[in-house]
């Protein structure tokens, strides 16, 4: 997608990823290899990379306003209701 | 008409007590399902969940799948909205489960992208790995978000 936006002459910048959970933010910003992240595949760590060349840009969001819930688990009336919203779903009226 | 396409509870298993469902029905029922998940995002996650039951469909199976009917003829209406606006800011959200399915205890990771305020791709998807720890599953699910959004 940066790449298809960059062909429009808009150059996306330090894209910002949101993530529910600390460890995994702090993980992809240390470009240490811990011991207790040994069993993480190799391939998935050029993610590092990009974050540390300033491409991409890891931030904390809270489990409220995480909308990629919506994807992963069921979920209760209100909040399925709720992400919906947020997702830009709207009722049509003819 | 439901509100929810799944109980919060719901967990789907393989299971071999329950009556047979003809597969030809359940195919197609996936298969014509799979048409809408291009432009109704809420479903996408019920769906591809019951995909994965299409080797062999018992009667738990096809009452869910039944149940996203009667969820979508409650919401035939919804759909996306997208306003016209100058932010050309591109926003990746990632989310992770554990152990989303229960039978090869793989992890389902989630994410969409967000061009302004506007929603441009989603997926859901159950990935190849097992995961040690959340965090992997995080981790990886991060990572396929970051792989769409470059």
């Known amino acids: 997608m940066k790449h298809q936006l960059e062909d429009y002459q808009i150059n996306a910048n330090s894209i910002p990823i949101y993530c ?8 992809s910003k240390n470009p240490i290899l ?5 069993h993480i595949e190799i391939k998935h760590h050029f993610i590092r990379d990009y974050v540390q060349k300033g491409i991409l840009d890891r931030q904390f969001i809270d489990t409220e306003h995480q909308w990629a819930d919506i994807f992963t688990k069921p979920l209760t009336v209100e909040r399925f209701d709720f992400i919906k919203k947020n997702l830009n779903m ?5 | 008409m439901v509100n ?22 359940y195919r197609d029922i996936i298969g ?17 969940l019951c995909e994965r039951f299409q080797s062999d469909p018992r009667e738990s199976h096809l009452t869910i799948v039944k149940r996203i ?5 409650g919401t035939t209406n919804l759909g996306l909205l997208y306003r016209k606006s100058l932010d050309y800011q591109l926003v990746g959200f990632c989310d992770a489960d554990y152990v989303g399915d229960m039978i090869e205890r793989k992890l389902t ?15 859901s998807k159950r990935q190849a790995n097992i995961a040690m720890s959340t965090a992997e599953a995080e981790y990886i699910s991060a990572v396929s978000c970051c792989t769409q959004l470059l």
């Open chain 1, 90 to 94: 709207h009722f049509v009226s003819d």
């Open chain 2, 32 to 48: 014509s399902l799979l048409y809408l998940i291009v432009s109704r995002p809420d479903i996408l996650f019920s769906v591809c």
């Open chain 2, 4 to 25: 929810t396409l799944m109980h919060p509870t719901c967990t789907l298993t393989k299971e071999d007590t329950g009556s047979k469902v003809d597969q030809k029905l």
């Open chain 2, 109 to 123: 990771s989630g994410n969409c992208q967000f061009l302004g305020e506007n929603l441009i791709s989603w997926a």
């Open chain 1, 20 to 27: 529910d959970i600390t460890v995994v933010i702090c993980l």
């Open chain 2, 69 to 73: 009917f009667r969820y979508l003829k």
């Open chain 1, 34 to 38: 811990h011991s207790r992240t040994k």
